[in-house]
């Protein structure tokens, strides 16, 4: 192969399809358990298998999922719409059709904002949101020489989420990505893990010198099972089709199999024998029509997005977009800086370093959410407000907040209990001062010959003559003071 | 008389009064099964355990004195296309050749609420397609009134067995005339509900537009009987109709005065057989002296129902027919390379060729660069056709054609011409594209085959339908059990 | 009119040799042609009915589920609770 090309001449276009498995309690045609990891084919019936005969009937939840979805992502929701046949055989698909959307799906035209690592904003567009069914798992063991279905996820609620071709990287895949998953949990319409395939993607990439308007030849890359994966596609199909490009080759349009192990792409068919779908209307199932009083509802009750939050974090509260994305990542930890903020009266950035901190290594170490715990957002910021105020140390905080996790006690009853407050009257710490400075004149001498050093080690005395209590900001303004007069 | 040859009404009051058992009356049906089902063949299954029991359960509760359904006790013949939990439902297919249901169809589930009692499964065309029983993978059905004839189709078991005693009456399923045709072809009657009255769940699909379950009887009283039974809104099939049905036993008196009959030329045109048109106007003329009112309509669409219906039927039938694929259930090709060589052979040997064409003719339609020229065409027509029906009923009350353009044919006489076969569909599948409610009754014989006459009424008027029958039935005299040659008196 | 019967076959996944392709042929002329009789309209397909919208099921969990050897057992083959197929192409 030849050298690396110069990708600086091309520009990379990605669109994503994303499917993610809405968590109903039951299926999306039939009344079985919608639940990941039971046991092979135990939640089956005669219309998730296909037996002759049984007929599908659409969940109510699937379609309000679907619109809030829409809403979250500024679509356009069709409150008249309907369901389509999309035919293709397959072991794990018992019709041998998969009810889908074809030329009315319930959202559309919309957009989303994702930011990226750069603190640069990207809107990326939504072509369309449309409601479907999943199809059964196929086990295989390289011991049999068959294939074993499984159809406990047969009939499982899905949307699929399509985006415009407005993709420029891995790295604006990767953002995208990664900001539906959140307002998906965000949402709490679906469980968006990765590992578990109830979220997953298909990737269609392009690429075009710079500056040309026309897209070039799409290939469609299946079997990306994480978001990483789909950074590393991108990546190596991107290179792989300039490559062709730059050694006279042309891109056929292709469907192609990623290979995560070996980190390469490999085509599975043409578009010449591309499936021919049949798409037609789903003579089973009639018209949806969705209440539009109803969908405003929805809209009403969506909760502030995470890439929302995020970006507001950032903007009116100064938190670093790094510590922003961290806090809205996890539902509970926003939830809780958001409280506080509510409450108020100390500083965001403490706030968000003691969530990213603290709570968020006792929340790790005791794998639990901390609304689990005695912690509530007033005694976070009792405690945080206390700090500021100078009336306790920052490990005295620590140690309240370790307190009140498990009890119910009130911080400032653990405060005194504890003997944490700090001494913050100028007439005691002047005291302990003058007694420090009298018995260690070396040092204040060392200081004045420029070892500045030697100011800690006084205010190291001060703190432990204070039996820790000193306020070490006021001893140390007092050492000075009398040092230089 | 024997009490296989009493209408159902008839049963069920000697039930209620005691006069005879549900026992009895059962076993006498299998007697009679037993004896000409080997002429007639209208029977793929027989439940002789699960109808004995049912109709013991009947007895015990009539000695009880505990009220029952009007049909309780009354021996019925069911379509093989209808999942019936524990017996066998093969769609006279190879393909379901082995296949026994887990489940019951929502009908099925009525009918035993309402102890019915069940005699076995009836011979049909395969899945439902072709118009004479005779692409049946297990038998031919003969027609009780000559032998040498089809029974029509594709529920052809069910008219013949009704028609020839072997049952008190019997669910079909019409998806283009499939219940209607062989009602006329066997004398008897047949009602096509409004498409969403009688639920699907659990009736193997052919065309899920146009599917419908409905009742094949002797007489119109039975009809109304077994169509009380089998109506109303099920929650298990979304195109299921949620709406309230009056007792269609009620206001069956046969009075028209002041029925306003449409009669459409298009119905009347060349293809029709001048004997049977003239059978069927003289019909009309009956009734215009009892006090109907004839209208001449016109339904200008006609001439396409026949493309539109096949091009649909077959496109869904193509889509709904995928699922048999040797995976699930059913037939499974024996020897295979690979996944795709298990496919194609499951199909080609599970399949017959009426299937098969229309398959191909469904794939075709809906494949690309083919779609907008058939299928969304056929739509659009149908869409037409729909709309001049609805036009039509703000001018009369029923319109009145004939149910068949001719009368049953000899069996292997259109056995080879696909075409010719359908043309015998061209009055009855507009009825079908429009899901109206439509029913044959027998309206004289040309040569002692029988002729039907079908009404058509408009949405969930099925009571109107009854009454206008009930009204030709008065002058005809109610349908009797065929006599069979040579089985007779024994 | 030129149809494509191999295609349509091989669509359909019925597995057809030469003699059958031929008869097939000829059948399928004579069907298309029958269906080909439609009006030159061009009237919309509406394929949408709002005024009888769609009953949606409640998301409420069956109560009578089926048991797995209720539904498997048409299975031509199983093999510890799951249906045998031949190996799939893309595993
Ligand atoms: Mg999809
Ligand atoms: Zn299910």
Not at chain 1, 222 to 233: D, L, T
Not at chain 2, 109 to 119: H, Q, T, Y
Not at chain 2, 336 to 356: A, P, Q, S, W
Request: hydrophobic share 35%; aromatic share 6%; charged share 25%.
């Amino acid at each position: 192969m030849s050298s690396k090309v110069s990708n600086n001449d091309y520009e990379i276009v990605v669109g994503l399809e994303v499917h993610a498995e809405l968590n109903t309690v039951t299926k999306a045609y039939c009344s079985c358990k919608n639940s990941f990891g039971l046991e092979v084919n135990s939640q089956i019936c005669p219309i998730c298998t296909a037996l002759p005969g049984a007929l599908p009937t659409l969940n109510e939840k699937v379609v309000e999922y679907a619109i809030k979805m829409g809403h979250a992502l500024n679509c356009k929701i069709n409150n008249v719409t309907k369901q389509d046949r999309k035919n293709y055989f397959y072991p794990d698909l018992p019709k041998a059709y998969q009810i889908s959307q074809f030329d009315i799906p319930l959202c559309e035209h919309g957009y989303l904002d994702v930011l990226l690592d750069d603190g640069e904003e990207k809107r990326i567009g939504v072509t369309r949101i449309h409601i479907e069914e999943d199809a059964g798992k196929l086990l295989h063991d390289e011991a049999f020489s068959g294939s074993l279905v499984d159809f406990n996820r047969s009939s499982v609620p899905l949307i699929e989420i399509v985006s415009e071709p407005d993709i420029r990287s891995s790295k604006e895949a990767k953002a995208y990505l990664e900001t539906i998953k959140s307002i998906l949990k965000y949402l709490n319409i679906s469980d968006a893990k990765m590992q578990e395939g109830s979220i997953r993607c298909d990737v269609n990439v392009s690429v075009r010198k710079k500056r040309q308007k026309e897209f070039g030849t799409r290939c469609e890359m299946k079997n990306v099972n994480s978001f990483s994966a789909a950074m590393r596609a991108i990546d190596y199909e991107a290179n792989r089709q300039i490559e062709v490009i730059e050694n006279g080759g042309v891109i056929n349009q292709e469907t192609r199999r990623w290979d995560d192990v070996k980190g390469i792409s490999i085509a599975m068919r043409s578009k010449e024998d591309a499936q021919d779908y049949r798409y037609f209307p789903e003579p089973d199932l009639g018209t949806i029509v969705v209440d539009k009083t109803f969908i405003q509802k929805l809209k009403d009750e969506i909760p502030e997005l995470p890439h929302i939050k995020q970006k507001r974090y950032i903007k009116e509260l100064g938190i670093p977009q790094v510590d922003a994305a961290l806090l809205v990542e996890n539902l509970d930890k926003s939830r809780l800086f958001d409280e506080c903020m509510d409450i108020g009266g100390c500083s965001a950035k403490n706030v968000s370093n003691w969530i990213l901190g603290d709570v968020s290594k006792v929340m790790n170490d005791l794998n639990k959410s901390i609304y689990d715990t005695n912690v509530t957002a007033e005694k976070l910021v009792e405690i945080i407000t206390l700090i500021e105020k100078g009336e306790i140390s920052t490990s005295a905080g620590k140690t309240v907040f370790e307190e009140i996790l498990s009890s119910d006690k009130a911080v400032s009853q653990i405060v005194d209990e504890k003997g944490l407050k700090q001494i913050s009257d100028s007439g005691v710490i002047e005291q302990i001062v003058k007694d420090v400075l009298s018995e260690n004149e070396k040092s204040i001498n060392d200081y004045k010959n420029g070892k500045t050093n030697a100011l800690g080690f006084l205010v190291g005395q001060c703190m432990k003559r204070s039996k820790g209590k000193a306020n070490p900001a006021l001893a140390k303004e007092l050492i000075l003071k009398y040092i230089e007069q | 008389m024997e009490l296989y040859k009493k209408p159902a009404y008839l049963l069920s009051e000697m039930i209620k009064k005691k006069e005879c058992s549900a026992v009895e009356i059962t076993q006498s049906f299998f007697n009679r099964i037993g004896n000409i089902d080997e002429k007639i063949g209208a029977y793929i299954t027989l439940n002789n355990e699960g109808a004995l029991k049912a109709a013991k359960v009947v007895d015990e509760k009539i000695a009880k004195g505990e009220a029952v359904s009007p049909i309780a006790g009354v021996p019925i013949g069911i379509k093989d296309n209808i999942s019936t939990k524990g017996l066998l439902t093969t769609c006279a297919s190879k393909m379901l050749y082995n296949y026994v249901p887990p489940f019951n169809a929502t009908v099925m589930e009525k009918l035993i609420s309402n102890d019915s009692v069940i005699l076995g499964k009836l011979n049909m065309d395969e899945f439902a397609m072709g118009s004479s029983t005779e692409s049946s993978y297990f038998k031919l059905t003969r027609n009780p009134h000559n032998l040498d004839k089809v029974p029509g189709g594709s529920s052809g078991g069910s008219a013949a067995s009704v028609a020839a005693g072997e049952c008190a009456f019997a669910l079909g399923t019409d998806t283009g005339g499939s219940i209607r045709m062989p009602a006329a072809y066997c004398g008897v009657v047949g009602l096509k509900p409004t498409y969403g009255t009688v639920s699907r769940y659990g009736v193997v699909a052919f065309a899920s537009s146009f599917d419908q379950v409905g009742p094949i009887a002797r007489n119109v009283k039975d009809i109304a009987l077994l169509y009380n039974a089998i109506c109303g809104y099920d929650k298990l099939e979304a195109t299921s109709v949620k709406k309230s049905y009056p007792d269609f036993t009620k206001g069956i008196s046969g009075n028209v005065k002041g029925l306003r009959i449409g009669i459409p030329a298009e119905y009347f045109g060349k293809g029709v057989d001048s004997e049977v048109k003239e059978k069927v106007l003289s019909m009309v003329k009956e009734l215009e002296k009892q006090g109907a009112k004839v209208i001449e309509i016109n339904l200008p669409s006609t001439e396409y129902a026949l493309s539109a219906y096949y091009i649909i039927s077959s496109a869904e039938a193509s889509s709904n027919l995928a699922r048999f694929d040797g995976v699930r259930y059913g037939y499974r090709a024996k020897e295979y390379d690979n996944l795709i060589d298990m496919y194609e052979k499951t199909r080609d040997e599970g399949f017959g060729d009426e299937v098969k064409r229309r398959i191909m003719l469904g794939t075709f339609v809906l494949s690309s660069g083919y779609f907008d020229a058939y299928y969304k065409k056929a739509k659009v027509v149908a869409q037409n056709i729909t709309k001049e029906f609805n036009h039509a009923f703000e001018e009369c009350d029923v319109i009145a054609t004939p149910t068949t353009p001719v009368t049953a044919f000899n069996i292997g006489e259109n056995i080879n011409d696909p075409v010719k076969m359908c043309a015998g569909d061209i009055c009855t599948v507009p009825i079908n594209i429009a899901g109206l409610p439509a029913i044959s009754v027998p309206c004289g014989t040309i040569c002692k085959m029988p002729v039907g006459i079908q009404f058509i009424a408009n949405k969930f008027n099925e009571n109107i339908l009854l009454n206008t029958a009930r009204a030709v039935e008065l002058i005809n005299g109610e349908a009797e059990v065929c006599e069979i040659s040579g089985q007779e008196g024994k | 009119m030129d149809i494509n019967v191999k295609h349509l076959a091989k669509l359909s996944m019925l597995k057809m040799d030469e003699k059958q392709l031929e008869k097939f042929e000829k059948d399928m002329q004579d069907i298309v042609k029958m269906v080909q009789k439609l009006p030159k309209i061009q009237g919309d397909l509406i394929s949408l009915d709002p005024e009888n919208p769609m009953i949606l099921r409640e998301d409420k969990l069956s109560e009578k589920p089926f048991t797995r050897a209720e539904i498997l057992s048409n299975a031509p083959e199983e093999i510890a609770g799951c249906i045998v197929v031949p190996k799939t192409l893309e595993s």
